[in-house]
C-alpha cells in the first residue's frame, strides 16, 4: 500500500526517507560506485521521479533496458562500443539507486520489486559475456588466419555467462535455503556471512583478499575490463585479441570463485 507524502519535500526529508542508515550501511548490497558517488547524486534523480507517475517498478524496468544496452553497445566495433558499455553500467547502477529509493518514498516496496531487479542483474552479467564472446568472434574472423581461433571464443564466453549467473544466484540460494527451512532472514551484514578464521577455509577466505576475482564479475568492472582490452587490441592492430584473451583469464577465475563461494557457503553458519 502506498504512502502519503509531501508533494514538494526537500532533499532532506528525501533523504531521511529514501536513504536510512541501514540503506546506507548495506557493505554486501551496496556496490563501491554506489558508496564512492551514487547514492551522492541519486537522491535528485529520485526527486525528479517523484514527481512524475513513473512507478518504482517502471524505473526498475530503465535499469534493466541500461544494462541490456551494454551488450548492444558491444557489438559496435573498435573502442566507443566499449566506452559507449561503460556509460550505460554507470547509467543502470544510477537507476538502481533510485528505484529503491522511489518505492521507499511511496512506500511500495515489494518482492515484485526485488525480484524484477534481480532478474536485470542476472540478465545483464550474463548477455554482456555473451556480447562479449560475439565481439571477439566476430573481429578474429575478419582474419582468415585466425577463423579457427574465433569458435573457442564464442563457446568459452557462453561458459563464462553460465558460471556468472550461477555465481550470483549461489548468494541467492542461501537465502532460498534459509526460508525453506524455516531459518530467519540473514542480516546484511559481514558478520552474517563470516567463516571462522582458525578453519581452512577461512584461511583461504582471507588469502583470496589479495586475489579479489569476485570484485571482477559485475558489469560495471566487466565493461572497464572490456574497455581496456579494446584498447589494447586497438592499440596492437589485432582486432579481438584483446577480448579474446579476457574469455580466457575470466572463464577460469569465475569457476574458482563459484567454487570458493560454495565451499564458504557450506563452512559458513549461513546454512546451520
Not at 154 to 168: P, Y
Not at 193 to 213: D, E, I, M
Not at 239 to 266: C, M, Q
Request: proline content about 5%.
Amino acid at each position: 500500500m502506498s504512502v502519503q507524502r509531501p508533494q514538494n519535500p526537500t532533499l532532506s526529508q528525501l533523504r531521511e526517507i529514501c536513504q536510512p542508515p541501514e540503506v546506507r550501511s548495506r557493505r554486501n548490497a551496496e556496490h563501491w560506485t554506489a558508496e564512492l558517488y551514487l547514492r551522492h547524486i541519486s537522491i535528485y534523480l529520485t526527486a525528479i521521479l517523484i514527481r512524475t507517475r513513473i512507478s518504482a517498478n517502471g524505473v526498475t524496468g530503465l535499469m534493466i533496458l541500461s544494462g541490456w544496452s551494454m551488450s548492444l553497445a558491444l557489438l559496435i566495433p573498435g573502442i566507443w562500443g566499449p566506452l559507449l558499455a561503460v556509460f550505460f553500467s554507470q547509467l543502470q547502477l544510477y537507476f538502481d539507486c533510485s528505484d529503491g529509493e522511489v518505492a521507499r518514498w511511496r512506500g511500495t516496496q515489494s518482492p515484485k520489486g526485488i525480484f524484477i531487479d534481480m532478474v536485470g542483474h542476472h540478465t545483464t552479467e550474463a548477455l554482456i559475456s555473451i556480447a562479449l564472446g560475439y565481439r571477439a568472434f566476430s573481429e578474429l574472423s575478419r582474419t582468415s588466419a585466425t577463423v579457427g581461433e574465433a569458435w573457442p571464443a564464442l563457446f568459452m564466453a557462453a561458459c563464462l555467462s553460465v558460471c556468472l549467473v550461477l555465481n550470483r544466484s549461489q548468494s541467492l540460494m542461501v537465502h532460498a535455503a534459509r526460508g525453506m527451512a524455516g531459518l530467519s532472514k540473514l542480516p546484511d551484514t559481514v558478520a552474517a556471512r563470516a567463516v571462522p578464521s582458525s578453519s581452512p577455509v577461512g584461511r583461504l577466505r582471507s588469502l583470496a583478499r589479495f586475489l579479489p576475482f569476485h570484485k571482477l564479475l559485475h558489469a560495471v568492472e566487466l565493461s572497464l575490463l572490456i574497455f581496456a582490452c579494446s584498447v589494447v587490441s586497438a592499440l596492437i592492430d589485432q582486432p579481438g585479441l584483446g577480448e579474446k584473451w579476457l574469455i580466457w583469464i575470466l572463464l577460469p577465475a569465475t569457476v574458482l570463485v563459484n567454487v570458493g563461494h560454495f565451499v564458504s557457503s557450506l563452512a559458513s553458519s549461513r546454512l546451520t
